[in-house]
T-cell receptor, first 115, second 116 residues
Framework: TQLLEQSPQFLSIQEGENLTVYCNSSSVFSSLQWYRQEPGEGPVLLVTVVTGGEVKKLKRLTFQFGDARKDSSLHITAAQPGDTGLYLCAGADAGTEKDNRKLIWGLGTSLAVNP | ETGVTQTPRHLVMGMTNKKSLKCEQHLGHNAMYWYKQSAKKPLELMFVYSLEERVENNSVPSRFSPECPNSSHLFLHLHTLQPEDSALYLC???????????????FGAGTRLSVL
């Protein structure tokens, strides 16, 4: 059974601090997707990483895919209250089209950025 | 606005009631999904429809009955639910898969369901 473990589960920081959250698995994925879910809303895609070792930047957010494609990290620089939300990672096991529809989801990291 | 609209946003129902959740997508996608989101559990995939054909049913109890009349609309019919079915029910859509990136999910805001 494929599992994705996210850590930490909860994180409360002050505005302006930096943070890193992790998404780990013992399984290899063809890609990992990162989503942010704000209270009262559905998850929204932030980024997809596909190549082992890949680094993608989205403003103050930096995403990295592990060389072995088993893990990923999200680093936020100078966090702002607007970054508050649940950060979810989801792994895809590309094989058939059917496989790609079934993402493996982590539990998420709940981030609170205090003004 | 994600292009996926769910109604109602909140629903309280008794165990003997029958209700339906509605999802509509305006993105031209050909796959639609129902997920259940509960505290302390990963997102649980319930059903997948591709081109209006159900292609995935993850051992969901029969008290949940999906319906996909066309590629833009998806319903989840509920009857004789249990209190443990209380959760956030999310609808998502995705374009046809290509490449290794996996099917990107576009979610609605969800229906918060409470079963009394």
């Amino acid at each position: 059974t494929q599992l994705l473990e996210q850590s930490p589960q909860f994180l409360s920081i002050q505005e302006g601090e930096n943070l890193t959250v992790y998404c780990n698995s013992s399984s290899v994925f063809s890609s990992l997707q990162w989503y942010r879910q704000e209270p009262g809303e559905g998850p929204v895609l932030l980024v997809t990483v596909v190549t082992g070792g890949e680094v993608k930047k989205l403003k103050r957010l930096t995403f990295q895919f592990g060389d072995a494609r088993k893990d990923s990290s999200l680093h936020i620089t100078a966090a702002q209250p607007g970054d508050t939300g649940l950060y979810l990672c989801a792994g895809a096991d590309a094989g058939t089209e059917k496989d790609n529809r079934k993402l493996i989801w982590g539990l998420g990291t709940s981030l609170a950025v205090n003004p | 606005e994600t292009g996926v609209t769910q109604t109602p946003r909140h629903l309280v129902m008794g165990m003997t009631n029958k209700k339906s959740l509605k999802c509509e997508q305006h993105l031209g996608h050909n796959a639609m999904y129902w997920y259940k989101q509960s505290a302390k559990k990963p997102l649980e995939l319930m059903f997948v429809y591709s081109l209006e054909e159900r292609v995935e049913n993850n051992s969901v109890p029969s008290r949940f009955s999906p319906e996909c009349p066309n590629s833009s609309h998806l319903f989840l019919h509920l009857h004789t639910l249990q209190p443990e079915d209380s959760a956030l029910y999310l609808c998502a859509s995705s374009p046809r898969h290509s490449g290794r990136a996996g099917n990107i999910q576009y979610f609605g805001a969800g229906t918060r369901l409470s079963v009394l």
